[in-house]
């Protein structure tokens, strides 16, 4: 019964094997001491190797990061243009812009995390307007939201055509060889950028962008499949996380811990709608439709699927149906000491979740299941950079990483953060055509793991770029997506 309750009595082990360090504040992240007592155990475990790199982590960003002599420095020289110094503290930096919904963006900073680890910078995250209400200080005795007098002029609409985007200081001018001469170089790496962008994840970072002091980053999505296609970084990646599977599973435990307001949105609706239940299902709907209208097919692919993966059960024939056969119907069944399952529904439309919840109330089971189906939030639409909002997907991703078995639906970052945050292996719904329920209507995913949605199609060691190759095949653990062909994830 219920993973929490059952769980609360027994001491946990809730810095998670050395995963977090102690010494926080209890009070100030709850989350980060409470969470563990809602989650299951961890089924991957940070390596010692990894601990160790994280502590190193951690030292770098105290050492550099705002507050500090050095970091003053630093910003100085990227405002002045000062040229040609060495990184004369050790210290270098990654500034990551994040943009698109929140799944986007939670992806972007797991991704920039472990890239500032290869590449030894500290890592400031720009707080747009939400990222400091959503989550606590990943680090202790510093921060990682970057200081809102940050000098560089404009930084925030930095584009793909920047003078100083990786494409453009290294293949249209040819300047690879002086990169100090650079006040900053720019990582343009959306889903669409240009290949000259995103030959950026093949620079061995040790030529040329290690001897830039400020780099910019802006991804909208998973990085890390792609990172493993370098060859400049396979080792040390190969030694923090010997199991491929489980990237961001890992990084997020360590990074991401929702502020207590958000932490409060989660536990509540938990012990009041999923604890009691033997089983939990989680069903995420994100419907790529204009206006995001309720249409009749997403709630047929969500009932094909349930069905076809034994995931709810089907019901007896309802009440109101042909007046004839009424006096036939058998007296409804006594549902004391049944099973229950509770269904979490969560999309920013109400239509799917009334629907089937209304099924499981005119009808039976057909196995004698009590269901329950209970969506906590129905936004109708989407709104960027909205706190509330964001705050209710936020808590609605940790909801959804807390149930059993979860099904989501294709192209969604927010399902993937939601499946990889838990540490479950999702049946994706593949994205429909037509208006249509695709044959089978949802697939078991390889792995936990994200979908990095724009690789690069060329391959770092040959740098080919004119030749499209299928990245999806060049190294083991990196496959194509299920849901999109032409993503990469870690298996
Ligand atoms: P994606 O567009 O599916 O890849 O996911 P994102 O999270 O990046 O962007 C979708 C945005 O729409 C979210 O950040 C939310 O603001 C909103 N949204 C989409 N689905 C839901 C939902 O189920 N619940 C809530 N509260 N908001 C949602």
Not at 187 to 209: G, P, T
Request: proline share 5%.
């Amino acid at each position: 019964a219920g993973l929490a309750a059952a769980e609360s009595s027994k001491k946990k082990d809730v810095l998670l094997g050395g995963l977090l360090l102690s010494g926080f504040d209890q009070q100030s992240c709850a989350s980060r001491y409470q969470s563990v007592y809602y989650r299951k155990n961890m089924t991957r475990s940070p390596t010692p190797y990894l601990i160790d790199r994280l502590r190193r982590q951690e030292a770098l960003q105290r050492r550099c990061g705002p507050g500090t002599d050095a970091y003053r420095r630093a910003s100085d020289r990227l405002k002045s243009g000062q040229k040609n110094v060495d990184t004369v503290d050790g210290c270098s930096y990654l500034v990551l812009l994040s943009y698109r919904g929140l799944g986007n963006r939670i992806l972007a900073a797991a991704s920039a995390f472990l890239y500032a680890m290869l590449t030894d910078r500290v890592l400031l995250v720009d707080r747009g307007k939400t990222m400091g209400d959503l989550f606590c200080e990943p680090f202790p005795g510093t921060t990682w939201l970057l200081p809102l007098d940050f000098p560089l002029q404009g930084y925030k609409d930095l584009g793909e055509d920047a003078a100083e985007s990786y494409g453009n200081v290294t293949t249209l001018r040819n300047e690879t060889g002086e990169s100090s001469e650079h006040r900053f170089v720019y990582m343009h790496l959306d889903h669409a950028a240009s290949v000259e962008n995103k030959l950026a994840y093949c620079d061995d970072h040790r030529q040329f962008l290690h001897r830039v002091q400020w780099v910019v980053m802006r991804t909208d999505g998973y990085i890390a499949p792609v990172l493993f296609l370098n060859p400049a970084y396979k080792q040390e990646l190969h030694r923090m996380f010997p199991r491929k599977d489980s990237v961001f599973y890992i990084v997020s435990r360590y990074l991401l811990h929702p502020t207590n307001d958000v932490w409060g949105m989660v536990t509540r609706f938990y012990d009041s709608y999923l604890k009691g239940a033997d089983e939990r299902l989680g069903i995420q709907i994100r419907v790529f439709v204009k206006d995001d209208k309720p249409v009749q097919h997403i709630l047929d692919q969500i009932l094909a699927c349930t069905s076809q993966e034994r995931l709810l059960p089907g019901v007896l024939p309802s009440v109101g149906g042909s007046r004839s056969g009424e006096a036939l119907r058998p007296p409804p069944t006594t549902t004391a000491g049944a099973r229950s399952k509770a269904v979490l529904v969560t999309g920013l439309n109400g239509w799917y979740h009334d629907s089937i919840r209304e099924m499981y109330w005119r009808s039976a089971s057909a196995n004698g299941e009590v269901v329950s189906v209970h969506q906590p939030s129905r936004e109708e639409h989407q709104r960027m950079f909205h706190r509330m909002q964001d705050m209710k997907a936020l808590a609605e991703m940790y909801l959804l990483s807390m149930t059993d078995k979860i099904v989501t639906s294709g192209w969604s970052t927010f399902g993937y953060v939601g499946t990889a945050l838990g540490g479950l292996t999702p049946y994706i719904m593949i994205k429909p055509e037509n208006e249509e329920v695709p044959d089978p209507p949802c697939k078991r995913a390889m792995s936990m793991e994200p979908c990095a949605q724009g690789p690069p199609y060329f391959e770092c060691t040959r740098k080919e770029v004119d030749k499209l190759l299928d990245t999806g095949n060049l190294v083991p653990h990196v496959r194509a997506c299920e849901d999109m062909s032409w993503g990469l994830k870690l298996t």
